[in-house]
């Protein structure tokens, strides 16, 4: 059924509606994109950093980065890795000047299986923050899904206060590990979970309600509400608006630009399809996993595991990308380049 334009104009736009009902997030470093489209929280990772700072707008970030890094002094390596860690606060703190909650931060993927260098890369990244004036109360620290990571989650919320958004999220085996921890968000990415599913079976297209990705957050959301854990579960890496509406009612969903652009043009009428009501109600059980429990039952998602490891690979190559356009900056023209 078509709608007026005169109700269409009163009915509020997709991207409106679902603030009702879910936190929405940027997924993105673009500050424009921020003002335009006013999230609640903000998530960057090695990748949209890497595009941000290739944009002229954000050249005084990275200019500021390699000063930091340089003043520091130390070995080449060194200089380059304090100078990437400063970029990364650099646009964090610039976005939490736009939003009212909370950004998120990654640690370096390559560091996914070393759970003393997350945790102190972590502890490095929140001192910088408080370096420029942020408080961690507004800091969510990235970390890898993998046992290490989420261990090192357990650590940084249990004895220093620092809140964790557990990324690179794709089995249940993980979502159940990192209730246990009692990190403060996860992010399972529900765009690469279909992509998986279309490459890899018959089926090229899925109804939202059918949507593999989908149907992982649903099950997570009413896991977590079943039993009450206090972790947050953010929707993540969406392909399709289509996608987004079916998660109404999620805790929080991070959104790409492209997706809020048109959320914002959509006129149709949402309702919630996730409630804590509903989720009490679910026939699931509650299990508990210790290390080898948590490593086979996520062996055993075949997608899971080719995900995680996909992801911090993709994450570690951008985070080198990133650190050689650093050193091109600092040391090229003192080499005569």
Not at 290 to 301: I, S
Request: net charge neutral; with cysteine; aromatic share 8%.
């Amino acid at each position: 059924m078509s709608v007026s334009p005169v109700k269409r104009q009163k009915m509020e736009s997709a991207l409106d509606q679902l603030k009702h009902h879910t936190t929405v997030v940027a997924d993105t470093g673009d500050f424009n994109a921020i003002d335009e489209y006013k999230p609640l929280d903000a998530t960057t990772n090695p990748s949209l950093i890497l595009a941000a700072a290739q944009m002229p707008a954000y050249q005084k970030l990275v200019d500021d980065a390699v000063a930091y890094g340089k003043k520091l002094g130390g070995s080449e390596e060194e200089q380059i890795k304090n100078a990437s860690d400063k970029l990364f606060v650099l646009f964090g703190a610039e976005i939490l000047k736009r939003i009212p909650g909370r950004v998120s931060t990654e640690v370096d993927a390559r560091l996914s299986f070393d759970k003393e260098g997350m945790i102190q890369r972590a502890r490095r990244l929140i001192d910088l923050y408080k370096e420029a004036g942020v408080g961690k109360d507004r800091i969510l620290i990235k970390l890898s899904s993998t046992w290490e990571g989420i261990q090192a989650g357990r650590v940084l919320e249990a004895e220093y206060g620092i809140h964790c958004n557990m990324t690179l999220l794709f089995s249940f085996a993980q979502a159940v590990a990192c209730a246990e921890a009692g990190v403060t968000l996860i992010s399972p990415f529900v765009g690469r979970i279909l992509d998986w599913y279309v490459a890899n079976g018959d089926k090229k297209t899925y109804e939202p309600s059918e949507d593999p990705g989908v149907k992982s957050v649903t099950k997570i959301y009413n896991y977590y509400k079943k039993f009450g854990y206090k972790t947050i579960v953010m929707g993540a890496s969406f392909r399709n608006t289509g996608q987004i509406k079916a998660l109404t009612g999620c805790d929080y969903l991070t959104i790409s630009p492209k997706l809020l652009a048109e959320l914002s043009k959509e006129h149709v009428k949402l309702t919630p399809t996730l409630s804590v009501k509903e989720a009490q109600a679910c026939d699931l059980e509650k299990i508990h996993l210790d290390e080898k429990a948590f490593r086979w039952h996520h062996n055993e998602d075949q997608m899971a595991v080719e995900k995680l490891s996909d992801g911090i690979r993709r994450f570690a190559a951008d985070a080198i990308k990133l650190e050689r356009m650093l050193k091109e900056r600092m040391f090229s023209t003192e080499n005569g380049k």
